[in-house]
């Protein structure tokens, strides 16, 4: 089993920043595919950011360019550095964890305001 806590969001205004935390725990050794996904009320859970094992990243083309995908082996922690924030990036947002070939693992979410 996997457990992942974010933590990290809250209200900001447009163009400010936030950083997204992903505690992981349990048996992480054998992920292959960690993301961040958003959902927003009405919509689909679409992932944002994904990094692989391997350090491969990908992101949702509305954020390249304003939002980081990181991981520290060290803490079994993974970030979302959120830059440049718009209103259109109000969601919850939550951490995913893919073990091959199809488990996968979510945290609770945790909510990100954009709004002046």
């Known amino acids: 089993q996997v457990q992942l806590v974010e933590s990290g969001g809250g209200l900001v205004r447009p163009g400010g920043s936030l950083r997204l935390s992903c505690a992981a725990s349990?048996?992480?050794?054998?992920?292959?595919?960690w993301g961040w996904y958003r959902q927003a009320p009405g919509n689909q859970r679409d992932l944002v950011a994904g990094i692989t094992s391997g350090g491969t990243t990908n992101y949702l083309e509305s954020v390249k360019g304003r939002f980081t995908i990181s991981r520290d082996n060290a803490k079994n922690t993974i970030y979302l550095q959120m830059d440049s924030l718009k209103p259109e990036d109000t969601a919850v947002y939550y951490c995913h964890a893919l073990k091959l070939p199809s488990t996968e693992y979510w945290g609770q979410g945790t909510q990100v305001t954009v709004s002046s």
């Open positions: 349990g048996s992480i050794f054998s992920i292959y595919h």
